[in-house]
C-alpha cells in the first residue's frame, strides 16, 4: 500500500537512569531515524560500555545514511553524556540535523538572560557549599549533601563542563546547521515527507515564569503528598534568583554581633547568647542552610523544565507521540496557551486525545506529569514508555527518588491497560497480554514498540 507508514521506537535499557530512544519512520519508499536523548545519569565505565553497545546497535540499523536527527532535551547527563562518551562513534555514524532548544541558542536574548540568572543562584549555592567545608556540623551532612549533587563541578548529573561539552558536540555534529526551536513551531522530519510525519514544539515556554514554575498547583498531580512537601520553592527561588544585593542575606549586618568581637560584648549580651546557645531552636542558621538544600534541589528541577517537549504527529494514522523529555509541571501548564505558527496546527486538546505513544516525564516522578494532561489522553491504544529501573541506587538507596511515583505509576497503569513499558524488562512480560500481537519485542538491549495502523 502506497504511504504505509511504520513508525518503531526504540527504547535503549541503560539499567540505570538515563533516556535515549531511537525512533524509525519507514515508509516504503523512505526512511528516517531520529535519536532522541542519549545519556546516562553514573557515567562509569559500565555506562560507557553501553553507549558502545548502543552506538553498534544505532549503526546497523541507520546504516550509511547515519542519523537524520539528533534531539537533545536538556543539559542533564541522564539525557545527553552519551553524546561525550560515544562522541567518536556518533562522528563516523553521521548526523544529518540536530534539533537543540531556544534556549541553547547563543543569539537568542531571552536565552542569555534566563542563562545568566541561573548561573547566579548556582555560584550562589556554590559560595554556600564552600562557605560549609569548614563546617563539620553532624546535621549539616545532607545539606552538604544536596549542594554536592547539584553544584558539585564534577558531580555525575550536573557537569556542566560535561553536558557543555556534549552541547557544544551536538551544534557542530551535523551535516546542516542546528535548528533551535520554540513552542508553536510546526517542522519536519528530515527525509521523511511532511504529509505523513510533523513535529510540533510545544516546550520549553518562552517565558520566565513558566520555566521556574516546577511544581504542580493543586489539582495537577497525582502524588500530592509529594508535591505539598515542595510547596514553597518557587517563591523561594524568586527570593533568591532576584538580583538581590544585600551580600548579608538572609539578615543584614546591624542585626548581628560578630563572635569574633565576642570579648567586646556587653555582660548581658553576652549572658543572652549563653542563654540562646542552651537551647538549640534558637539555631537559626541550620534552618536557614536547609533552604540552601532545597534551593540545591530546586536549581535540579529547573533544568527539567527547560526540556525540549516534542509531540510527533503520524499524519494519516490521527496519531500523537509525545516526548516530554523531563519537563515539570509549569512547562505542561504553558501548552494550552501556545500561538500556533506553521501549518497545520493542532489544538492541545487534539494532540493530546490522539496520543498513543507517551514518553513519560522525568523517570516517573510526580512533578513530570500533569494530572490535567494525562486526563486528556484518552486514546484507547495509548501505552507508556519509562526509562527508569528499579534496581539503579538513586532507587534504591536509604532515601530513594520515588520514580515512578505510586499514584501516577497507578493511573498510567489504568489508561494504557498494563502497557506500561519499563527499562526492567519483568515489568513488561508481566502486561504483555495486553499489547497488540507483535507490537512490543523485549530485547536485553532494547525494549521496542512498532505502531503500523
Ligand atoms: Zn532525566
Redo the contacts with the bound molecule.
Keep these: 500500500m502506497n504511504n504505509a507508514l511504520t513508525t518503531k521506537i526504540r527504547m535503549y535499557r541503560l539499567h540505570e ?1 538515563g ?1 535515549c530512544f531511537l525512533l524509525s519512520f519507514n515508509d516504503t519508499t523512505s526512511e528516517s531515524h531520529v535519536l532522541i536523548d542519549c545519556g546516562s545519569f553514573r557515567n562509569s565505565n559500565a555506562s560507557s560500555k553501553k553507549f558502545k553497545e548502543i552506538t553498534r546497535d544505532i549503526r546497523k540499523i541507520v546504516g550509511p545514511k547515519g542519523i537524520d536527527l539528533i534531539v537533545a532535551t536538556h543539559q ?1 547527563n ?2 545527553m553524556s552519551g553524546f561525550q562518551h560515544a562522541r567518536k562513534d556518533f562522528e563516523s555514524i553521521g548526523v544529518e540535523q540536530v534539533f537543540l532548544s531556544w534556549l541553547d541558542d547563543e543569539n537568542d536574548a531571552l536565552a542569555l538572560d534566563i542563562g545568566e540568572q541561573h548561573n547566579k543562584v548556582t555560584r550562589r549555592l556554590q559560595s554556600i557549599r564552600g562557605r560549609l567545608k569548614s563546617d563539620r556540623r553532624k546535621e549539616l551532612a545532607p545539606i552538604r549533601m544536596a549542594l554536592d549533587e547539584v553544584v558539585d563541578e564534577r558531580s555525575f548529573e550536573i557537569d556542566h563542563s560535561f553536558t557543555g561539552k556534549a552541547t557544544q558536540f551536538l551544534k557542530e555534529v551535523g551535516t546542516r546547521p542546528v535548528q533551535y526551536l520554540r513552542p508553536g513551531q510546526i517542522v519536519k522530519v528530515p527525509n521523511m515527507s511532511e504529509d505523513l510525519v510533523r513535529i510540533h514544539v510545544l516546550g520549553p515556554p518562552r517565558n520566565y515564569k513558566d520555566i521556574r514554575s516546577t511544581n504542580p498547583r493543586k489539582g495537577e498531580s497525582y502524588d500530592r503528598h509529594l508535591s505539598s512537601i515542595l510547596f514553597s520553592i518557587d517563591e523561594l527561588n524568586n527570593a533568591l534568583s532576584d538580583q538581590r544585593a544585600d551580600p548579608n542575606f538572609p539578615f543584614n549586618d546591624k542585626f548581628k554581633e560578630k563572635l569574633s568581637n565576642k570579648k567586646n560584648w556587653s555582660k548581658d549580651t553576652l549572658a543572652q547568647w549563653k542563654d540562646y546557645n542552651k537551647e538549640s531552636w534558637r539555631n537559626i542558621d541550620l534552618d536557614w542552610l536547609s533552604i540552601a538544600k532545597r534551593f540545591a534541589l530546586h536549581l535540579n528541577s529547573y533544568t ?1 523544565n527547560t526540556s525540549l517537549v516534542l509531540a510527533f504527529e503520524l499524519v494519516k494514522l490521527k496519531k500523537v507521540l509525545l516526548f516530554v523529555g ?1 519537563a515539570q509541571a509549569g512547562n505542561w501548564r504553558s501548552w494550552d496557551a501556545i500561538d500556533w505558527k506553521g501549518d497545520h496546527p493542532l489544538d492541545m486538546d487534539t494532540l493530546l486525545r490522539n496520543t498513543v505513544f507517551y514518553k513519560v516525564g ?2 516517573g516522578s510526580h512533578n513530570a506529569t500533569s494530572k490535567k494532561a494525562l486526563d486528556r489522553m484518552t486514546h484507547e491504544d495509548l501505552v507508556a514508555f519509562i526509562p527508569v529501573n528499579k534496581k539503579d541506587p538513586n532507587l534504591t538507596k536509604k532515601n530513594p527518588w520515588r520514580m515512578p511515583a505510586k499514584n501516577l505509576y497507578k493511573a498510567l497503569d489504568k489508561k494504557t491497560k498494563g502497557r506500561i513499558a519499563r527499562m526492567d524488562e519483568g515489568k513488561v512480560q508481566r502486561k504483555k497480554n495486553n499489547w497488540k500481537a507483535r507490537s512490543l519485542k523485549v530485547d536485553p538491549l532494547f525494549v521496542e514498540y512498532t505502531i503500523k495502523d
Design positions: 537512569l533516556d542533564h541522564d539525557h527539567n523531563d522525568h523517570h
